[in-house]
């Protein structure tokens, strides 16, 4: 027996029951990760060719390849969807499912390369012609940011104009 009292050993073990559950969690419940350079240069481009109004899935994070479609409604238009697919085999079957489903597939993305897809119906294949890579921006380092802004710092001190009022004693009316 310790001659712990009983109070410090319940807190000992309370800390050490929070401790080990924060260890167990590993990222909290309804956050995704944030998207890569890839995914928002495929959000840029279902922007361009979509317009404002997009939704983007789920899906698209981690995926290879992505179309946009948009549903053809009698009254008014519906925002584009935005959807993620593993490969250009699926992207074909999307594709298939929805010229039948009553889809207008504005376009597809491959993610990979960073490239816009064109798609055409031969035969009955569907045959994807890749157009000009899109350029993708990669996020900055944080020590590269630090030493831009420092930089920009420097200069701002060194052009900034005097206040008139600082040789007039502060602040004075």
């Given at each position: 027996?310790?001659?712990?009292?009983?109070?410090?050993?319940?807190?000992?073990?309370?800390?050490?029951?929070?401790?080990?559950?924060?260890?167990e969690?590993?990222?909290?419940?309804?956050?995704?990760?944030?998207?890569?350079?890839?995914?928002?240069?495929?959000?840029?481009?279902?922007?361009?060719?979509?317009?404002?109004?997009?939704?983007?899935?789920?899906?698209?994070s981690?995926?290879?390849?992505?179309?946009?479609?948009?549903?053809?409604?009698p009254?008014?238009?519906?925002p584009?969807?935005?959807?993620?697919?593993?490969s250009?085999?699926?992207?074909?079957?999307?594709?298939?499912?929805?010229?039948?489903?009553?889809?207008?597939?504005?376009?597809?993305?491959?993610?990979?390369?960073?490239?816009?897809?064109?798609?055409?119906?031969?035969?009955?294949?569907?045959?994807?012609?890749?157009?000009?890579?899109?350029?993708?921006?990669?996020?900055e380092?944080?020590?590269?940011?630090?030493?831009?802004?420092?930089?920009?710092?420097?200069?701002?001190?060194?052009?900034?104009?005097?206040?008139?009022?600082?040789?007039?004693?502060?602040?004075?009316?």
């Amino acid at each position: 027996m310790s001659d712990e009292p009983e109070y410090l050993k319940a807190i000992k073990r309370n800390q050490a029951q929070r401790k080990q559950a924060r260890t167990e969690k590993s990222q909290p419940v309804g956050h995704a990760a944030p998207p890569s350079p890839a995914e928002r240069e495929a959000t840029r481009w279902a922007h361009d060719v979509g317009g404002k109004e997009i939704k983007i899935a789920g899906s698209l994070s981690g995926s290879k390849v992505a179309v946009l479609v948009q549903p053809i409604t009698p009254f008014g238009t519906p925002p584009a969807t935005l959807e993620g697919l593993p490969s250009r085999e699926a992207l074909a079957e999307r594709v298939r499912a929805a010229q039948g489903a009553g889809e207008n597939v504005l376009g597809c993305f491959e993610l990979t390369t960073g490239r816009p897809l064109s798609v055409e119906t031969q035969d009955g294949k569907v045959v994807f012609t890749a157009g000009e890579a899109r350029q993708i921006l990669k996020a900055e380092s944080p020590e590269r940011m630090i030493r831009i802004a420092a930089k920009q710092a420097a200069v701002l001190a060194k052009t900034r104009k005097l206040d008139d009022r600082t040789g007039r004693g502060g602040r004075g009316r």
